[in-house]
T-cell receptor, first 113, second 113 residues
Framework: DQQVKQNSPSLSVQEGRISILNCDYT??????FLWYKKYPAEGPTFLIS?????DKNEDGRFTVFLNKSAKHLSLHIVPSQPGDSAVYFC????????????FGTGTRLKVLA | DVKVTQSSRYLVKRTGEKVFLECVQD?????MFWYRQDPGLGLRLIYF???????EKGDIPEGYSVSREKKERFSLILESASTNQTSMYLC????????????FGPGTRLTVL
């Protein structure tokens, strides 16, 4: 039973355009969400996070939106750059009392020059 | 910068062998984690530790054990390796329960023949 789902295994976007990566979750107790980026042969690196008290968090070219009623979050990258080509994982956690994240299956983003 | 190192980048073992994967972090983090990453399944938590000698099962602990004798070191043990344990193994650490960002090592690609 996948509590965190990334339904698009891959996405291709032209350089300079917007990339939108989506993530759905089923557990209403999740209240903290993160995005990680992973290049081949490297471990994932933290990108951006959002807590459930917000519906948007922005960091440079990266913005995460959270829609709690729909149990949906999305990562927007504007403008997309070839160096953004990587696998993106969303992860969710219950903020109270646990150290665990549940990761999605990942979306491979390819930014075309 | 936080550094998480894993003892091997690539490992090839035979079925039935005992396998040790070592992970060391240099930032005095309380929490350490072992994940495996498989295509289409994302990152799945095997075990985690929130203190020295303390451990908790993750989502897929079967066939694995762990050891944390020192704060900076977290070992994953495959008592009797099987072919279905061929995977990418990722170690991560985080500062404390109040801090959610996990820092990942580069991963160990384990092949069991």
């Amino acid at each position: 039973d996948q509590q965190v789902k990334q339904n698009s295994p891959s996405l291709s976007v032209q350089e300079g355009r917007i990339s939108i990566l989506n993530c759905d979750y089923t557990n209403s107790m999740f209240d903290y969400f993160l995005w990680y980026k992973k290049y081949p042969a490297e471990g994932p690196t933290f990108l951006i996070s959002i807590s459930s008290i917000k519906d948007k968090n922005e960091d440079g070219r990266f913005t995460v939106f959270l829609n709690k009623s729909a149990k949906h979050l999305s990562l927007h990258i504007v403008p997309s750059q070839p160096g953004d080509s990587a696998v993106y994982f969303c992860a969710a956690s219950e903020a109270s009392g646990t150290y665990k994240y549940i990761f999605g299956t990942g979306t491979r983003l390819k930014v075309l020059a | 910068d936080v550094k998480v190192t894993q003892s091997s980048r690539y490992l090839v073992k035979r079925t039935g062998e005992k396998v040790f994967l070592e992970c060391v972090q240099d930032m005095d983090h309380e929490n350490m984690f072992w994940y495996r990453q498989d295509p289409g399944l994302g990152l799945r938590l095997i075990y985690f530790s929130y203190d020295v000698k303390m451990k908790e099962k993750g989502d897929i602990p079967e066939g694995y054990s762990v050891s944390r004798e020192k704060k900076e070191r977290f070992s994953l043990i495959l008592e009797s390796a099987s072919t279905n344990q061929t995977s990418m193994y990722l170690c991560a650490s985080s500062l404390s329960a109040k801090t959610f960002e996990q820092f990942f090592g580069p991963g160990t690609r384990l092949t069991v023949l």
